[in-house]
């Protein structure tokens, strides 16, 4: 059930694909993001690298706390997507632990992420059995090793389901009033409570901090109805 949830999931688009894990093909464990600071410095280091070179910066001018946030948005989008495509669209929630979800290095787009072998889990909801023992773990190592604020975190997970929800919309229309239902429950309690309103449209009730990039204005679910003025 699994195997055929994920395929669904898959043709919703990139951010809903999660790959079989097969050895030698340069995949890494998932928790090694929670377990070593120094692999989560290296792939904000890369991120402020990219982004100084399209702001036509220098790295000195990114905010390595803002960069912090924008990766862990990416990841997030990429943690949440597939299982609440299974959710939506074949009422089921695979079976994932981080300890059999693995990752691959890459400068851009959606982050490359596999699973292995899981234990079977009991199905209690998204919140139980993705964002508190997946998401949680990954997000409280971002905020503890860049002083980033969990609420604005936690905010980029909530960004991040309604994001897919557009696009999981957009992709299967006959299932969008379940996805729809799913991600209201979602925001209404639980972990993600009090995170942002659905709208339409979405609006979060904190900042990614996207707007501190060089020229990057704020998102169009900002909480915020223009960008500070730099002091």
């Not at 979800?101 to 890459?106: A, H, I």
């Not at 400068?107 to 023992?133: I, K, N």
């Not at 009730?205 to 060089?214: A, G």
Request: charged fraction near 20%; glycine fraction near 6%.
């Amino acid at each position: 059930m699994d195997d055929a949830a994920l395929d669904l999931a898959a043709a919703v688009g990139p951010f809903f694909v999660l790959d079989r894990w097969t050895a030698d093909a340069g995949w890494r464990p998932l928790s090694e993001l929670v377990e070593r600071p120094d692999v989560l410095a290296e792939r904000v280091r890369a991120a402020r690298e990219m982004l100084a070179e399209r702001s036509r910066v220098t790295v000195d001018e990114i905010e390595e706390r803002a960069t912090a946030s924008i990766v862990f948005l990416g990841l997030a989008a990429r943690l949440v997507s597939p299982p609440f495509a299974c959710a939506a669209l074949a009422d089921h929630l695979p079976s994932l632990s981080l300890a059999a979800l693995w990752w691959q290095p890459t400068v851009s787009g959606p982050w490359p992420l596999a699973r292995s072998a899981s234990a079977p889990t009991t199905s209690h909801g998204l919140d139980q059995q993705v964002l508190q023992p997946i998401v949680a773990p990954v997000l409280e190592a971002f905020a503890r090793t860049f002083t980033v604020s969990e609420q604005v975190l936690w905010g980029n997970v909530a960004s991040s389901l309604a994001g897919a929800l557009t696009m999981l919309r957009a992709a299967r229309p006959d299932k969008a009033d379940r996805a729809t239902e799913l991600v209201r429950d979602l925001l209404a309690s639980g972990t993600l409570q009090g995170t942002g309103d659905l709208g339409p449209p979405f609006t979060r009730h904190s900042c990614c901090l996207f707007y501190r990039v060089p020229g990057a204005g704020i998102c169009g679910d900002c909480v915020l109805d223009e960008a500070p003025t730099p002091a």
